[in-house]
């Protein structure tokens, strides 16, 4: 949009966009996505290229530095809880310290407690014990916001980081996040930073589609010359419009090019990575909370090949330099006996841990990652007599007939709720009934909804 000659935009309807001041502001995009994606934003990194028009080493530089900036401010905020338990500090105010430092000789500039640091050396005062560390007991912590807000900025700061919640905002902002997370609803602690995203994240796909329509009624690009020129080249060219749109991008030497594969019929998987890694943090959804599917849930957990998520706390990372949260990877064996499996994952390969099913799920250790559990919501749907189903088929599946490999379009004849299988036949071949199981290939995108019956 930021490129669309006026004429055209304001043939779009830019109403959401015209309601949310910088909408589409790359850094207002970049620090709502660290706020909600405390993990680090590697797995949303093609998404965010698209949606904020920044290269991936940008957003990276990007990250760096905002995380950088507030490693200094909670530096900062250590130093001044140190101080502040010394009694001049309690006792006087900036003035009065300011004047026993001119008094004592010494330098006066800088906020109180760097005046106290100084005066302490000075007059050889024995220095304040050392901060009491939190040691991670939530319930420890009040109950009420009120009394947590009377902690400093500091202790505030160190309880989110403790929990790996970001602890950038002001001082009542980060005393509702502790008493959230207090609470036991971690997942609310960012919710209006996730709806904002799943907004930009709609606007962007409207106003492409929109702007994707007009262009077909009115193909022509409109090129204006200013009176006084800037020592640059043009900033738009008729083959595509967006390349190296502006003068820093030309004198960095970047270019960020759109996706070729990107139409209007794939649009929604170039946000998919986002969308999807959203779902982690909007906490426990519907899915988990059917009773009629949370057996398929635990079932599609045990399937070799599954994708799932695993949560590292503080404590099982320890001092090996992982950060604490959901770390994604794969099953590689199930034990039925033992009811355990056995994990790979995609960050140290060949290294396995195993996890037990129905004690880690209950205890939220390990879930199903979010693109294996959006197929399982189509189980209900599936499993329908009459319903119209997509199947994979493979070349060592079918050996001995004259069948390729590819998709089969079929129509499911009956439903073995108790097996998990359904019988179906294929369109192509209505002569023959074949059974399959449904859950190990809904998991493995074998087997896709294609019409419902409603």
């Keep these: 949009m930021h490129y669309l000659p006026l004429e055209k935009m304001e043939k779009l309807d830019t109403d959401v966009v015209d309601e949310t001041p ?12 660290i706020k909600v994606f405390r993990h680090g934003l590697d797995q949303v990194l093609s998404s965010l290229c698209v949606l904020c028009w920044c290269s991936e080493e ?25 101080w502040s338990q010394d009694d001049l500090y309690k006792k006087n105010d900036k003035a009065k310290l300011q004047s ?40 420890s912590l009040p109950n009420y916001v009120t009394q947590i807000a009377k902690f400093s900025v500091y202790k505030l700061r160190e309880i989110l980081r403790f929990h790996n919640i970001l602890d950038c905002g002001t001082k009542d902002e980060l005393a509702i996040r502790v008493g959230t997370l207090r609470a036991g609803r971690t997942h609310l602690v960012f919710q209006n930073e996730i709806h904002a995203i799943q907004d930009i994240i709609n606007a962007t796909k409207t106003l492409i589609r929109r702007q994707k329509e007009h262009h077909l009624t009115d193909p022509v690009v409109i090129h204006r010359i200013r009176k006084f020129l800037t020592p640059t080249t043009a900033s738009l060219n008729m083959i595509r419009p967006r390349d190296s749109a ?5 004198q960095n030497g970047k270019r960020l090019e759109v996706p070729e594969e990107v139409t209007l019929e794939t649009l929604d998987e170039v946000f998919r990575p986002i969308e999807d890694e959203l779902l982690v943090y909007i906490g426990v959804d519907s899915v988990e909370n059917a009773p009629e599917i949370v057996a398929g849930l635990l079932d599609a957990i045990r399937t070799v090949g599954v994708r799932i998520l695993a949560r590292w706390s503080k404590e ?21 006996e033992r009811d355990t499996i056995e994990v790979e994952f995609d960050t140290e390969a060949n290294v396995i841990y195993t996890y037990k099913v129905d004690e ?12 294996t559990k959006r197929s399982i919501q189509n189980y209900e749907e599936v499993c ?18 004259d069948w390729t490999s590819g998709w089969y379009t079929a129509e499911v004849q009956a439903v073995d709720y108790d097996d998990d299988e359904v019988d ?3 369109l192509d071949k209505p002569d023959f009934v074949y059974n399959i199981p449904v859950l190990p290939n809904l998991i493995t995108g074998k087997l896709r909804l294609k019409e419902k019956l409603f």
């Excluded at 910088?22 to 996505?33: N, T, Y």
């Excluded at 319903?387 to 079918?398: A, N």
């Design 100 to 139: 026993l430092c001119k008094k004592n000789g010494i330098s006066s500039d800088g906020i109180k407690h760097e005046c106290v640091k100084r005066l302490v050396k000075k007059l050889n005062r024995n220095p304040p014990p050392v901060l009491e560390k939190y040691d991670g007991k939530l319930f």
């Design 360 to 371: 880690d799920v209950k205890a939220n250790k390990i879930r199903l990652a979010q693109s």
């Design 58 to 82: 940008e957003i990276k530089r990007f990250e760096d530095e905002f995380r950088n900036k507030l490693d200094t401010s909670f530096t900062k905020e250590k130093e001044r809880a140190y």
């Design 246 to 250: 502006s003068a820093s991008a030309k």
């Design 384 to 401: 329908q007599v009459g319903v119209v189903v997509e199947v994979m088929l493979e070349e060592d599946e079918l050996e001995d007939t």
């Design 424 to 426: 179906l036949f294929f």
């Design 22 to 33: 910088g909408a589409f502001l790359p850094s207002k995009i970049l620090e709502l996505a």
């Design 316 to 336: 099982e990372i320890g001092d090996s330099g992982w950060k604490t949260g959901w770390y994604v990877g794969s099953v590689l064996k199930h034990n039925k």
